[in-house]
Structures are given as C-alpha cells and as structure tokens.
C-alpha cells in the first residue's frame, strides 16, 4: 500500500552540485508530475509526465530536467543546484487526464547552501 | 493565466464550529475543483473533487461547493474536530492534467 514514494527524504546540497530525486508509485498511473512548494508561493509544477517515454515543461521548469523510462518512475534532475531551488519537492501520480486519483508522495526537502 | 487564491490565509475557531473555507479562481474554462488537505511535514491528500459539471460534492462533514459563474469554491467543515486541523488547499484542474493550486488556508482547531 505505498502509493507514491519519493526518496531521498531530505537533502543538502552545495551550489553547483547536481542531484536526482526518485518518484516511485506502485497504482499503474499513466500520469505523473513534480511539483515545488515555497512559503508565499504555493505548489508549482515543474513537469509532467502523460506516459512511459514522454516528459512536458510545467509552470517552472528552468534548472530541472526530468525522465519517465520506466511506467512507475518519475526521475527530476538538478544538474547544477542554485541557492533559489531551496524548496520542498512533491511527486504526484493520477490515472485520469481530469485528476481522478491524484496522490501526492511524502516529499523532499532540499536546502541549497 | 488561471490564478486561485484563498481567503483567509489562516484560520483559527473552537472545537464543535461548523466553518466555511473560500477559493477563488479567475478563468471559468476548467475541467474539475479539487480541495487537499496538508498535514505539516506531510504530502497533499485529496478531499473532494468537484467535476466542471456539478454544484456539489459531499464526504462525511464535508461539503464542497462550486459555481463557475462567479468563480468561486467553498469547502464547509462540520462540527469541527482538532483532528480537522491541518492547511487545505484548493486546485482547479485546467487541462493536460495540470493543476493550479490556491496558496492555502491555515486551519486550527481549538478543543
């Protein structure tokens, strides 16, 4: 019963360093999205996923890359960390095109130093 | 640019009130409403999603609302609980499955 899974948990990184944050989920969603949330801004998607092989640009997408080759993995990519990606990360996962059954992961708290 | 905004920003009511929480959002052409709630340190779980089609929806002492027309969402909390404390955010749901969220209401519940 995991639902979605996002690891690591937490994170510190130095500027200019790069990181990957893991999106599992086990429920067969075709739809899969990585959003920030920042304190004054509320949750902002970055991409998003409609299926296996593809990948989209969101709302702020500028810093981050992102692959889906596998159906149950959504992997976001920092290759170069700035002090402004200090943030929480959420993984979300859906199996209809108008949100039915959107689950959010636990999240990830990145600190960028 | 869809844009949602929620009032209040915080909120706090004695144990047993009935409550209502206002979203507000400015362009009509969306396919659902969906309210969350988020636990401190915690993810989104969804609450109700209310389809472009429908005035309500109900779960348990919840009751969510939506009017196209004016743009407005309202989540009603019955007889509220301690356990009901928590932030609740508001989404509209506009196309190629992106959801643009409300910045939050902040609920306390005081027993």
């Known amino acids: 019963n995991a639902g979605v899974t996002q690891t690591p948990k937490f994170r510190v990184l130095k500027t200019g360093q790069s990181m990957t944050l893991l999106c599992a989920q086990d429920?067969?969603?075709?739809?899969m999205y990585w959003y920030r949330q920042d304190p004054g801004m509320g949750l902002r998607l970055i991409h998003y996923?409609?299926?296996?092989?593809?990948?989209a640009k969101g709302e702020v997408p500028d810093g981050y890359n992102v692959s889906r080759l596998k159906k149950q993995n959504f992997l976001l990519g920092l290759e170069s960390a700035a002090p402004s990606q200090t943030s929480v990360y959420f993984c979300?996962?859906?199996?209809?095109?108008?949100?039915?059954?959107?689950?959010f992961g636990s999240g990830t708290r990145l600190t960028v130093v | 640019k869809q844009e949602v905004t929620q009032i209040p920003a915080a909120l706090s009511v004695p144990e047993g009130e009935n409550l209502v929480l206002n979203c507000s959002f400015t362009?009509?052409?969306?396919?659902?409403l969906q309210w969350f709630r988020q636990d401190p340190g915690k993810g989104l779980t969804s609450l109700l999603l209310?389809?472009?089609?429908?005035r309500e929806q109900t779960s348990g002492r919840l009751n969510a609302s939506l009017d196209k027309s004016s743009g407005r969402s309202t989540l009603y909390i019955a007889a509220s609980q301690p356990g009901d404390s928590a932030t609740y955010l508001c989404?509209?749901?506009?196309?190629?499955?992106?959801?643009?969220f409300g910045q939050g209401t902040r609920l306390t519940i005081n027993p």
């Open positions: 362009d009509s052409a969306i396919y659902n």
């Open positions: 989404a509209a749901i506009q196309g190629a499955q992106k959801l643009v």
């Open positions: 996923s409609v299926g296996e092989g593809t990948t």
């Open positions: 429920m067969n969603h075709e739809y």
């Open positions: 209310i389809q472009s089609s429908q």
């Open positions: 979300a996962s859906s199996y209809s095109i108008s949100g039915y059954g959107y689950t």
